[in-house]
C-alpha cells in the first residue's frame, strides 16, 4: 500500500480544477456550516459506491440516477437533515438542490450530485439551500476543502481530509478527499460520506472499478457490511487537468490505485478514530487463517463486538471476550492454537494466558489511544484487518442525545 | 402458547422428585453465593442445548459427553468462574466438579452435569468448590430454588424463577426452571444458562425436542444466532414423578409443550429486563413479511441495533433508525409500504411520519418500562417477534468494569 506518492494539503481541492466551499443555510439550528459544493471547471468522470440499505434516501436516488451518464460537474451536500424517508416531496427536494446549483454552475441539473447527512424522517428546508446555494457558488475556491469539509460534519468532531501527490510520465497528478462519519463498526449505522477528486484522466468504468478495489479496503473495513445507513455514499470525480492518463494497464503500475487507496485509507481511519465517543483506535488483524474472506469474517466479528468494545473502554485485558467473539464468527477455528497479541506483547497461546507478566503488559498496551490486537488463528496463511474504535460512555450519551 | 396451565411457586423445585441448595463457596470475591446444585431423587431423562460458539468451555466439553447416556441425576453449577479457555486444567477441574457432586449423591460422575459462569481465563478455584459441595449436597430441599437461582447470577441483579402446573389423566405436572443471564441482544455474549425440572415421564429424544421447540421460541428469540458465549446452556431433567407419561402423540394436546414454552419464555424475557444496565423491556415485532424467516430476520436486526437501542434508553421515538435497521436485513422490505407502530400508536405510515401529534403520543408511551414496537410490512402474512432492551450508560459501565 506504500506507493510512491506523497501528502499534499487541500482535500479536496488539491486536484487541478477543482474548488469548493461550505456554508452555514440554516439547517442546523445552532448555526454551524450546513452546506457544501464541490465543483470541477470541466466535466469530470463520476463514479460513486452507494449504501446497500433496502431503505434509501432520496438524494442516493437521485444520484443514482444522474450516475448512469457518468460525467459530472459537482456535489451538492447538505448535513443537518438526511432528506431520507421524507415520500415524493424528498425526491422534489432532493432534484431542487441539484437544480438549483447547475444553474449557478451554469450546467444542467444531470450534472450535478447531491448528497444529505443528518436526522431521518423530517422534511427538509430547501428554501434555505435554494437561497443559499447562489452564494456558496461565487465562494467556490481552491483553498475551500476545509470548509467544506466542516460543512458536511454531523457528530464528527474534526473535519476529515486527505490528499496525495503522484508522478508519471514527468507529469504530477493528485487525489485528495474529504470525509464525514463517525464510524464506530457496527453498533453505528450514522452516514458515511466521501468526496474524491483526481486530476488523473480516466474512463468512468476504470474509475468505478478501482473506486470499488479502494472501498473495499478502507470504508468496508470500518463498516460491516450490510450495517449501512441510508444515505451512505462515496463519490469520485476525475477531471483529466493534470492529462496523465489512466487505462487499464497502468491503473496499478501507475502508482494511481496506490493513491487512492491510501487516500480512502486514511480518511476511513480519520473516521474511526473520530468514532462516536470514542477514545482509541484499535487495529484487529486476524492472522494465519485458512483464506482472506476467514480472516475477514473473524476480525469483523472481534472489531464489532460490545463486550470487546466496553473492555477496551475500560482498558481491560480481557482476551476471553476476544476468543468467545472470534468463537462466534462461524467459521471454523481450532481454539488450542490460537494466540493473541496486543502490539507485540503475546497475552494468549494456545487460548491460555501465558502469564500474569503478559497481562500487566498488555494492560500498559491498552492505556495507548491507538493499538493493535492480533489474533493468530494458525490454521492457514491468509490475514486480514480491520479497524474499530472502543465503545464509550459518550457513545450512549451522543447517541442517546442524537435527535434533542 | 396460552395452554391450561397455571403458575406455582417453587421454579426448579416445584416438579415432585427435585431438590436444589446455593452457597458461597469463595469462587466471588465479595463474598456472594457462588455454587449451586440440582438434583433429582431418582434418574431423570436429560436434554440439552449447548453454545454454538466454537470456543466451547469445559463444562460443556464434560456436559455434552456424558448426555450421550441422556439419564442424569443433577447439575453442579458455578457462578464466577467461566471455567472457559483454561485449558487440559479446565477439562480435569470440570470433572472434578462431576465427581464430588456424585459422591456427595452416592451415585457416579456419568450422572452429573457441569455448568459454569463468570469470568473467562482464569483457572477454575476447584479445590474450593471440592471442599464444599458435601456441604451443600447435605442442603438440598424442595425449597432451595431460589438459593440455586441466586448462586448462578453473575451480572444480574434478580433471581429468575418460574414453575407452572398443568393436570393430564387426573394427575398434576409440574415444569419449573431458573435462569441467569442479563440478554441483550447481540452485544451481550454474556453467558445465558437455564436450568428446567419436570416430573413428567418422557423419553430423552421425545424431552429434546421438546426443548428444542421452547428454546427456538424463547431463549433464541432473544439472542442472536451465533453470538453465543462460551458457556450457554439449558438443560432439562425429567424425572417422571408425577407418572404421567408424555410421548408424541400427546406432547402438545396434553399441554406439556405449551407449558414448558411458558417456563422457558417467561425466563427469557426475565433476562432481557434484567438486561445489563436496561431500562425498558421491548417486544420487537414484525407483522405481515412474506415469510416467519424474513419476519425474525427483520426484528432482529432492529432489536440488535445500538442506534435502535440507544434512541430508546434516550426515550426518542426516533423511527428513523428503526426503518434503517430494518433496510439491513438484507431482505427485501418495500419502504413505501411499511408502517410502524409504538403499541397501538401509528406513528409512520409507508416510511413517512405520520404527524406530530402521533410523535407526541409515541414519546409518552416510551416513557413506559415496557412497550412494544411494530413493523408492519405490508407484504405477506408472517409475523415473528423478538425481545429486547435499552442501551443504557449503565450497560457500558458494568461491563467496562467487569474484570474489576
Same mark, same amino acid.
Given at each position: 500500500m506504500t506507493g510512491m506518492h506523497r501528502s499534499v494539503r487541500g482535500g479536496v481541492t488539491a486536484a487541478q480544477g477543482f474548488r469548493?466551499?461550505?456554508?452555514?443555510?440554516?439547517?442546523?439550528?445552532?448555526?454551524?456550516?450546513?452546506?457544501?459544493?464541490?465543483?470541477?471547471?470541466?466535466?469530470?468522470?463520476?463514479?460513486?459506491?452507494?449504501?446497500?440499505?433496502?431503505?434509501?434516501?432520496?438524494?442516493?436516488v437521485w444520484t @443514482?440516477?444522474?450516475?448512469?451518464?457518468?460525467?459530472?460537474?459537482?456535489?451538492?451536500?447538505n448535513s443537518g437533515n438526511a432528506n431520507a424517508c421524507t415520500g415524493d416531496q424528498g425526491l422534489i427536494d432532493a432534484q431542487t438542490m441539484a437544480d438549483v446549483t447547475a444553474r449557478a454552475l451554469g450546467t444542467k441539473a444531470d450534472d450535478i450530485a447531491v448528497a444529505s447527512t443528518g436526522v431521518i424522517g423530517q422534511p427538509l428546508p430547501a428554501p434555505r439551500i435554494v437561497q443559499a446555494v447562489p452564494r456558496l457558488a461565487r465562494r467556490l475556491s481552491r483553498t475551500g476543502s476545509t470548509q467544506a469539509a466542516r460543512a458536511i460534519m454531523t457528530t464528527d468532531t474534526?473535519?476529515?481530509? @486527505?490528499?496525495?501527490?503522484?508522478?508519471?510520465?514527468?507529469?504530477?497528478?493528485?487525489?485528495?478527499?474529504?470525509a464525514k462519519g463517525s464510524g464506530m463498526i457496527?453498533?453505528?449505522?450514522?452516514?458515511?460520506?466521501?468526496?474524491?477528486?483526481?486530476d488523473a484522466a480516466i474512463s468512468p468504468p476504470l474509475l468505478k472499478k478501482g473506486l470499488k478495489d479502494a472501498v473495499d479496503r478502507s470504508f468496508h473495513r470500518i463498516t460491516v457490511d450490510g450495517d449501512t445507513s441510508t444515505n451512505d455514499m462515496v463519490l469520485i470525480?476525475?477531471?483529466?487537468?493534470?492529462?496523465?492518463?489512466?487505462?487499464?494497464?497502468?491503473?496499478?503500475? %501507475?502508482?494511481?490505485?496506490?493513491?487512492?487507496?491510501a487516500?480512502?485509507?486514511?480518511?476511513?481511519?480519520?473516521?474511526?478514530?473520530?468514532?462516536?465517543?470514542?477514545?482509541?483506535?484499535?487495529?484487529?488483524?486476524?492472522?494465519?487463517?485458512?483464506?482472506?474472506k476467514t480472516a475477514?469474517?473473524?476480525?469483523?466479528?472481534?472489531?464489532?463486538?460490545?463486550?470487546?468494545?466496553?473492555?477496551?473502554?475500560?482498558?481491560?485485558?480481557?482476551?476471553?471476550?476476544?476468543?468467545?467473539?472470534?468463537?462466534?464468527?462461524?467459521?471454523?477455528i481450532r481454539p488450542e492454537s490460537v494466540d493473541i497479541y496486543f502490539d507485540r506483547v503475546q497475552l494468549v497461546k494456545g487460548s491460555i494466558l501465558r502469564g500474569d507478566d503478559q497481562e500487566k503488559r498488555a494492560t500498559r498496551i491498552l492505556q495507548n489511544r491507538s493499538l493493535t490486537i492480533t489474533v493468530d488463528l494458525n490454521l492457514g496463511s491468509? %490475514?486480514?484487518?480491520?479497524?474499530?474504535?472502543?465503545? %464509550?460512555?459518550?457513545?450512549?450519551r451522543i447517541n442517546a442525545d442524537y435527535r434533542s
Open positions: 469548493a466551499a461550505g456554508t452555514a443555510c440554516g439547517i442546523k439550528k445552532n448555526g454551524a456550516p450546513d452546506l457544501a459544493l464541490i465543483a470541477s471547471d470541466t466535466p469530470a468522470s463520476a463514479a460513486a459506491v452507494f449504501t446497500t440499505n433496502r431503505v434509501v434516501a432520496a438524494p442516493i @443514482r440516477k444522474v450516475l448512469r451518464r457518468p460525467e459530472m460537474r459537482g456535489v451538492i451536500v474534526t473535519p476529515k481530509s @486527505r490528499a496525495v501527490e503522484f508522478s508519471m510520465g514527468g507529469k504530477q497528478v493528485r487525489i485528495g478527499g474529504i457496527h453498533p453505528n449505522m450514522a452516514t458515511m460520506l466521501a468526496f474524491i477528486t483526481t470525480l476525475a477531471n483529466g487537468a493534470s492529462s496523465a492518463t489512466i487505462h487499464e494497464k497502468n491503473r496499478k503500475s %501507475s502508482g494511481f490505485q496506490d493513491a487512492l487507496n487516500v480512502c485509507l486514511d480518511l476511513a481511519q480519520a473516521m474511526v478514530m473520530d468514532g462516536e465517543g470514542a477514545t482509541k483506535f484499535v487495529t484487529v488483524r486476524v492472522e494465519n487463517a485458512r483464506d482472506e475477514l469474517t473473524v476480525a469483523k466479528k472481534i472489531a464489532q463486538s460490545s463486550l470487546v468494545k466496553t473492555a477496551l473502554f475500560g482498558e481491560d485485558a480481557n482476551w476471553g471476550r476476544i476468543l468467545s467473539a472470534a468463537g462466534t464468527a462461524g467459521v471454523p491468509a %490475514s486480514s484487518e480491520v479497524y474499530t474504535s472502543d465503545l %464509550s460512555l459518550d457513545y450512549v
